[in-house]
Every structure is written in structure tokens, then in C-alpha cells.
């Protein structure tokens, strides 16, 4: 899977942002499990490294509205492989991943927000 670094899509303007993430979506949704978890990881443990606070939370919220557009019964599978993800990284990264989507689904329009905490 190509892969842009996530720092530099965190600062991309937020059309262009939500645009990239939907391509590396549909690239995610052609792999097998296993290399989801492993890409999800990768990106995951960058912005935990890299990123700051801002751009952790621009990501999250761009990740999160292009979620909810996802029918139901991909929303569920893609959020489970998201959070066995973050909680395989190192204590200190998978606590900062929760709580950047925690303040991003605080954040999130309405509907974004009801539809990813029914399928959390």
C-alpha cells in the first residue's frame, strides 16, 4: 500500500485531507486483514510519534466523518480493526490515540458522532 506520511496529510487543507484519506481507505478495504492491522498500526504509531495535538485531532475527525459515510456493516469491521490496532502499540501511544478520538468523536458533527458510537 502506498503510503503518505501522516504528519504531512494532518496539514493538508481539509478537502485535500479527506480526499487522500478516502483513496488510502479504498486501498485498506483491498487488503487482507492482517495487512489492514499492519498498516493501521503504522499510521497509527506515526501520528502517536510525530504528530502534534492539532494534527492528531484534524486526522482523527477527517478519519471519523469518512467512517460514518461508510454503510453500517463496513463501519463496524473498520473501527474494530482501528482499535486493535492502537491498543497493540506501546502504552503511551495507544492512550494518546484514545484520547485524540475520544475529543474528535466530542467534537464531530451530530450524526457523525451517533453513527460511530453505534458501531463502536
Same mark, same amino acid.
Given at each position: 500500500?502506498?503510503?503518505? =506520511?501522516?504528519?504531512?496529510?494532518?496539514?493538508?487543507?481539509?478537502?485535500?485531507?479527506?480526499?487522500?484519506?478516502?483513496?488510502?481507505?479504498? *486501498?485498506? !478495504?483491498?487488503?487482507?486483514?492482517?495487512? *489492514?492491522?499492519?498498516? &493501521?498500526? !503504522?499510521?497509527? &504509531?506515526?501520528?502517536?510519534?510525530?504528530?502534534?495535538?492539532? *494534527? @492528531?485531532?484534524?486526522?482523527? !475527525?477527517?478519519?471519523?466523518?469518512?467512517?460514518? =459515510?461508510?454503510?453500517?456493516?463496513? /463501519?463496524?469491521?473498520?473501527?474494530?480493526?482501528?482499535?486493535?490496532? =492502537?491498543? =497493540?502499540?506501546?502504552?503511551? @501511544?495507544?492512550?494518546?490515540?484514545?484520547?485524540? /478520538?475520544?475529543?474528535?468523536?466530542?467534537?464531530?458533527?451530530?450524526? /457523525?458522532?451517533?453513527?460511530?458510537?453505534?458501531?463502536?
Amino acid at each position: 500500500m502506498s503510503q503518505i =506520511s501522516m504528519v504531512a496529510l494532518a496539514d493538508l487543507d481539509d478537502a485535500e485531507r479527506m480526499s487522500q484519506m478516502r483513496a488510502m481507505f479504498e *486501498q485498506l !478495504g483491498g487488503l487482507s486483514e492482517a495487512d *489492514q492491522l499492519q498498516a &493501521l498500526r !503504522g499510521m497509527i &504509531l506515526e501520528m502517536a510519534e510525530q504528530a502534534t495535538d492539532a *494534527q @492528531y485531532l484534524r486526522l482523527c !475527525g477527517t478519519n471519523l466523518t469518512l467512517a460514518a =459515510s461508510m454503510p453500517d456493516e463496513h /463501519v463496524k469491521p473498520f473501527l474494530a480493526a482501528r482499535m486493535t490496532a =492502537s491498543a =497493540s502499540l506501546p502504552a503511551p @501511544y495507544a492512550d494518546r490515540d484514545r484520547q485524540h /478520538v475520544e475529543e474528535a468523536i466530542g467534537q464531530a458533527d451530530p450524526d /457523525v458522532r451517533t453513527k460511530i458510537t453505534r458501531n463502536l
